[in-house]
T-cell receptor, first 115, second 109 residues
Framework: GAVVSQHPSRVICKSGTSVKIECRSLDFQATTMFWYRQFPKQSLMLMATSNEGSKATYEQGVEKDKFLINHASLTLSTLTVTSAHPEDSSFYIC???????????FGEGSRLTVL | EDQVTQSPEALRLQEGESSSLNCSYTVSGLRGLFWYRQDPGKGPEFLFTLYSAGEEKEKERLKATLTKKESFLHITAPKPEDSATYLCAVQANDYKLSFGAGTTVTVRA
């Protein structure tokens, strides 16, 4: 099946620094990728929709200047958490939609801990 | 606004004790209903997609069904390795997924 890779899987950073998380579709092209956030024992909350070659669309309440999303190619989207604070600590998950079948596949997630 | 409600929140089963998980939904323009399995600290793992009422899909001990208002995930004779959180999500025509809160299933040997 289609594979979506996220990197890094775990990251610890100091408050005030920025962290970049990559989401790659390994064996298919994805014009659309989604970024989700998941707090412990809660479901996935959609943060933004990333479209290749255009600006991301953010969900209500998500700060676009804090969570920078770039979708530079059909296989890569990045999420940069800028000036991270402890409340940004969470599990971030990306998903990618195949251009051919419209199926959606998830990455393994990236756990961010901000000290 | 799309809404997905899963019940129960948690389910504790004895090995071999079959049960069902419920996912009720409201969505404008349903493109598909997805079931995922999520293990702690990992991303969701795809199980099924259902597209129209009356559709059923099976995979090993799992069977998913769909009506116009809800979906069921039946677990037949579960084993401890079926312990996980099962997530239901509806996909609208813009491909966005709206997730339910999940049902955490624990199967005791």
């Amino acid at each position: 099946g289609a594979v979506v890779s996220q990197h890094p899987s775990r990251v610890i950073c100091k408050s005030g620094t920025s962290v970049k998380i990559e989401c790659r579709s390994l064996d298919f092209q994805a014009t659309t990728m989604f970024w989700y956030r998941q707090f412990p024992k809660q479901s996935l909350m959609l943060m933004a929709t990333s479209n290749e070659g255009s600006k991301a669309t953010y969900e209500q309440g998500v700060e676009k200047d804090k969570f920078l999303i770039n979708h530079a190619s059909l296989t890569l989207s990045t999420l940069t958490v800028t000036s991270a604070h402890p409340e940004d600590s969470s599990f971030y998950i990306c998903s990618a939609v195949t251009t051919t079948t419209g199926e959606l596949f998830f990455g393994e997630g990236s756990r961010l801990t901000v000290l | 606004e799309d809404q997905v409600t899963q019940s129960p929140e948690a389910l504790r089963l004895q090995e071999g004790e079959s049960s069902s998980l419920n996912c009720s939904y409201t969505v404008s323009g349903l493109r598909g209903l997805f079931w995922y399995r999520q293990d702690p600290g990992k991303g969701p793992e795809f199980l099924f997609t259902l597209y129209s009422a009356g559709e059923e899909k099976e995979k090993e001990r799992l069977k998913a069904t769909l009506t116009k208002k809800e979906s069921f995930l039946h677990i037949t004779a579960p084993k401890p390795e079926d312990s996980a959180t099962y997530l239901c999500a509806v996909q609208a025509n813009d491909y966005k997924l709206s997730f339910g809160a999940g049902t955490t299933v624990t199967v005791r040997a």
